[in-house]
């Protein structure tokens, strides 16, 4: 990208290209790196070792039914999370381990992953109209190229087609995956056992992914807010189920009124602190 953006800049100093498509071209660039560190340096949505289910879940499961443990980090399992070897933790809503970003690609950090393929994608089908534009209307002596930006533009368009081809890839994993709900790892295993026709996964809402804060802020790589994190998540907290106990009894929003919505009734922190006799039993998987 950083490639791309110097040359687009070089062509725009030979008149082959108007100035404000460089620019504009620059700022789309800067987004995707943007959109890459921060799925990069972004948590994906680690599973906390304190990670209990939500009381919803445990309400449905009743005191019979077995709930999932990770044989790895010994720690309570949300659906759809899956451990990472890679990265050597359970991920929630993981989708799959990218080398690119050397990072997983989960709850936490999908918004950004889903950017950065947009802004890819868009750079590369942009640089491949730019490259056109300047070879069929470069007409005047001025914008004849120099034999450096005549290697630096053939470099260049086979990175933006391989880049453009890859992403358009991605994206339509990445969208079908968000239509079904089923991610990829998930998808791999259910077709490696023939149980595709058995789901019942249901789509993702795009507030799970790109948060509630307004449609402005969806293309901008900063981080989501959660209408309910937890069932986004796919687990809560001690702590943010007795926060919820004592909002309850109290009547009014303690903690500062950071304003997270929770649909939690106060039982369950009874049997985290309490008796676990009633609680569910886990299941190492």
């Given amino acids: 990208?950083?490639?791309?953006?110097?040359?687009?800049?070089?062509?725009?100093?030979?008149?082959?290209?108007?100035?404000?498509?460089?620019?504009?071209?620059?700022?789309?660039?800067?987004?995707?790196?943007?959109?890459?560190?921060?799925?990069?340096?972004?948590?994906?949505?680690?599973?906390?070792?304190?990670?209990?289910?939500?009381?919803?879940?445990?309400?449905?499961?009743?005191?019979?039914?077995?709930?999932?443990?990770?044989?790895?980090?010994?720690?309570?399992?949300?659906?759809?999370?899956?451990?990472?070897?890679?990265?050597?933790?359970?991920?929630?809503?993981?989708?799959?381990?990218?080398?690119?970003?050397?990072?997983?690609?989960?709850?936490?950090?999908?918004?950004?992953?889903?950017?950065?393929?947009?802004?890819?994608?868009?750079?590369?089908?942009?640089?491949?109209?730019?490259?056109?534009?300047?070879?069929?209307?470069?007409e005047t002596e001025e914008c004849e190229f120099t034999p450096m930006l005549t290697q630096l533009v053939r470099v260049m368009t086979l990175l933006s087609t391989g880049a453009f081809l890859f992403t358009s890839s991605m994206i339509m994993n990445v969208s079908y995956g968000l239509m079904t709900g089923i991610g990829t790892i998930d998808r791999l295993k259910k077709k490696a056992n023939a149980t595709m026709h058995e789901s019942d996964e249901e789509p993702v809402p795009l507030e799970d992914v790109f948060g509630i804060a307004g449609y402005h802020t969806w293309l901008f790589p900063c981080d989501p807010i959660f209408e309910d994190y937890d069932r986004v998540v796919g687990y809560s907290t001690p702590q943010r189920l007795l926060r919820e106990q004592m909002r309850d009894d109290a009547g009014t929003v303690v903690g500062g009124g950071g304003g997270d919505n929770y649909s939690y009734a106060p039982s369950y922190v009874e049997s985290t602190v309490g008796p676990r006799s009633e609680a569910p039993s886990y299941a190492q998987v």
């Fill in 1 to 138: 990208l950083g490639y791309s953006a110097v040359t687009i800049t070089m062509l725009a100093k030979t008149g082959g290209i108007p100035p404000f498509l460089a620019m504009m071209y620059t700022a789309l660039c800067c987004m995707a790196l943007a959109s890459h560190a921060k799925t990069t340096f972004t948590d994906p949505g680690s599973v906390p070792q304190s990670a209990v289910p939500m009381e919803s879940v445990r309400r449905k499961l009743g005191p019979d039914q077995t709930l999932t443990m990770c044989s790895q980090c010994q720690t309570f399992k949300p659906p759809f999370s899956h451990h990472c070897r890679i990265c050597n933790r359970c991920i929630s809503r993981m989708d799959h381990h990218c080398p690119w970003m050397n990072n997983c690609v989960g709850a936490g950090n999908m918004k950004h992953f889903c950017l950065f393929l947009l802004y890819t994608w868009t750079c590369s089908a942009f640089s491949l109209l730019l490259l056109g534009w300047n070879y069929f209307f470069c």
